[in-house]
């Protein structure tokens, strides 16, 4: 009865963190398309609407659902406050853990240039950025659809290996 338990116990084990590997691919792509959601609504608040950059983030981090919105929160407190740094985009963008080094980069060095320059100058810059951006979300689309049903299943069947070794 124990190593019944046990051997269940090890199988869901492993296959929850065959599972959260994978999820970690599908949070990737999802924290890239809202990165490019929020370059576009900003760049279109910059063109047209004219609203302060606080504002334009906050207005589009409303819609996001991944842990890059709190990321975007504290941003836009920091321009608020007026302690906006590089060290403190960088800082946040950091915390986004299914992002990879490259990613993060991009993601930075396009929060960092958003209000240090003239309008013209600005638009050209998120237009670079979203294009790299969409450059890199077809990557994690390739890679999610590679990585995510094998880390799923390695999970799954290192589990069941182990269970047999006990059994």
């Known amino acids: 009865m124990v190593k019944l338990i046990l051997v269940i116990c090890v199988v869901l084990l492993c296959s929850i963190l065959g599972i959260k590997k994978a999820k970690k691919f599908e949070n990737r792509e999802q924290i890239i398309r809202e990165s490019i959601s ?8 910059i063109k047209y609407t004219l609203n302060a950059l606080p504002n334009a983030i906050e207005i589009a981090r409303q819609d996001f ?3 890059f919105k709190d990321v975007l929160g504290n941003i ?3 321009l608020l406050d007026n302690s906006y ?7 946040n963008v950091d915390e986004l853990k299914s992002l990879k080094s490259y990613d993060k980069q991009i993601l ?4 960092i240039s958003l209000g240090k320059t003239d309008i013209e100058t600005q638009i050209s810059l998120i237009d670079n950025t979203i ?3 969409t450059e890199i979300l077809y990557e994690a689309k390739d890679e999610k659809m590679k990585n995510t049903k094998l880390y799923r299943t390695i999970g799954l ?4 290996m182990i269970a047999i070794v006990i059994i």
């Open 65 to 67: 659902k991944t842990e």
């Open 38 to 45: 929020l370059f576009k609504r900003v760049e279109n608040d």
């Open 157 to 160: 069947v290192a589990g069941m």
């Open 85 to 91: 740094t590089e060290e403190t985009i960088i800082y």
């Open 131 to 133: 294009n790299t951006l």
């Open 108 to 111: 930075s060095n396009g929060l």
């Open 76 to 78: 836009s407190v920091s």
